[in-house]
């Protein structure tokens, strides 16, 4: 179990990282980080180790941590290796989930309509995020899941910047919206579908990606 310290840590670099606080390859010096979180130094190793394993940062021998640059054509990659995997997960969730999940999930869409609506586009971001985690729950599927979130975690940055394109927020949230419909429905076949057509979306948003977006200065999207 990891320590309230380095959940603190790991939060913190995970958010300043999608906000592009701290773009592709900045360089993640322990003691600095210890300064700007207010965690022990030992705390910070740990999250830089937990967020590497997720392929957000890379440790570079003789060189310390730095965060990972994803190009497109890896997060179009990354995508396609999720479509599956989420398609699985969105079936067992229709199946599997209960009252009180489904519940959940209806609140967490109206927040994210809420944040959309108000042009909060950094909470959009993050609310996805958790979205998948809380499908991820209710699919009751660790294997898949654990898949997922590592592959997702390569991911952040990316969806952070598409959630910034114009209109893309409205196209997103409605294949969001189909898929929680689905699931709060338990319509395996209908859930399935709609996880598929939403990362098939992403795909093709990220596949439009323009220069600036895919280039490792700028951040990926």
């Known amino acids: 179990m990891a320590s309230a310290a380095q959940e603190t840590a790991e939060r913190a670099l995970r958010g300043a990282i999608s906000r592009g606080d701290m773009p592709p390859g900045y360089r993640l010096?322990?003691?600095?980080?210890?300064?700007?979180?207010?965690?022990?130094?030992?705390?910070?190793?740990?999250?830089?180790?937990?967020?590497?394993?997720?392929?957000?940062?890379?440790?570079?021998?003789?060189?310390?941590?730095?965060?990972?640059?994803?190009?497109?054509?890896?997060?179009?990659a990354i995508t396609e290796c999720r479509l599956p995997l989420e398609g699985l997960l969105a079936r067992k969730a229709a199946e599997r989930i209960t009252d009180a999940e489904a519940d959940r999930l209806r609140a967490h869409l109206h927040t994210m309509t809420a944040a959309v609506d108000s042009g909060d586009l950094r909470k959009y971001s993050e609310l996805i995020r958790q979205l998948y985690a809380l499908v991820a729950e209710s699919a009751r599927h660790p294997i898949a899941a654990d898949l997922v979130g590592r592959l997702q975690g390569q991911l952040v940055r990316h969806q952070f910047q598409l959630s910034l394109r114009p209109g893309r927020p409205r196209?997103?949230?409605?294949?969001?919206?189909?898929?929680?419909?689905?699931?709060?429905?338990?319509?395996?076949?209908?859930?399935?579908?709609?996880?598929?057509?939403?990362l098939r979306g992403v795909i093709t948003a990220l596949s439009e990606s323009s220069p600036s977006e895919s280039s490792p200065s700028g951040g990926a999207a």
């Open 171 to 198: 196209v997103s949230l409605s294949g969001l919206s189909d898929l929680v419909h689905a699931i709060t429905d338990r319509d395996p076949e209908r859930a399935e579908a709609a996880a598929g057509a939403h």
């Open 29 to 76: 010096v322990e003691a600095e980080l210890v300064d700007l979180i207010g965690v022990s130094r030992s705390a910070v190793r740990l999250a830089i180790d937990a967020l590497a394993a997720e392929g957000l940062v890379e440790r570079i021998q003789n060189k310390g941590a730095r965060v990972r640059v994803v190009s497109t054509e890896e997060a179009i």
